[in-house]
C-alpha cells in the first residue's frame, strides 16, 4: 500500500485541493492529512519533506505543491 500525506492549512484554498484531489487517488493509497494549523509541530515534517507551500501532497519521497495557499514561513509565525 501507498502511504501519503497531505498537507494543509484549513484554507479555502486546501479545502477545496483536498475535496478535488484525495477523491481522485486509489482506494491504494493511504493518506495522512494534516492540518498544521492544528499540528503545528509537524511543520518541521513537512519542512524535511521539501514542502514549501500548502496545499501540498507528499508520495513516496515526492513533492507535489498544489496552487499556493501559504508558504511554510507564514505558518510558524
Given at each position: 500500500m501507498t502511504?501519503?500525506?497531505?498537507?494543509?492549512?484549513?484554507?479555502?484554498?486546501?479545502v477545496s485541493a483536498e475535496q478535488?484531489?484525495?477523491?481522485?487517488?486509489?482506494?491504494?493509497?493511504?493518506?495522512?492529512?494534516?492540518?498544521l494549523g492544528?499540528?503545528?509541530a509537524r511543520i518541521a515534517e513537512a519542512?524535511?519533506?521539501?514542502?514549501?507551500s500548502v496545499?501540498?501532497?507528499v508520495v513516496d519521497g515526492q513533492?507535489?505543491?498544489i496552487n499556493y495557499g501559504a508558504a511554510l514561513a507564514d505558518l510558524k509565525a
Amino acid at each position: 500500500m501507498t502511504k501519503a500525506v497531505f498537507y494543509h492549512a484549513g484554507c479555502p484554498v486546501c479545502v477545496s485541493a483536498e475535496q478535488q484531489l484525495l477523491g481522485l487517488l486509489s482506494q491504494d493509497v493511504q493518506v495522512d492529512v494534516v492540518h498544521l494549523g492544528e499540528k503545528p509541530a509537524r511543520i518541521a515534517e513537512a519542512e524535511k519533506a521539501g514542502v514549501q507551500s500548502v496545499p501540498a501532497l507528499v508520495v513516496d519521497g515526492q513533492v507535489l505543491h498544489i496552487n499556493y495557499g501559504a508558504a511554510l514561513a507564514d505558518l510558524k509565525a
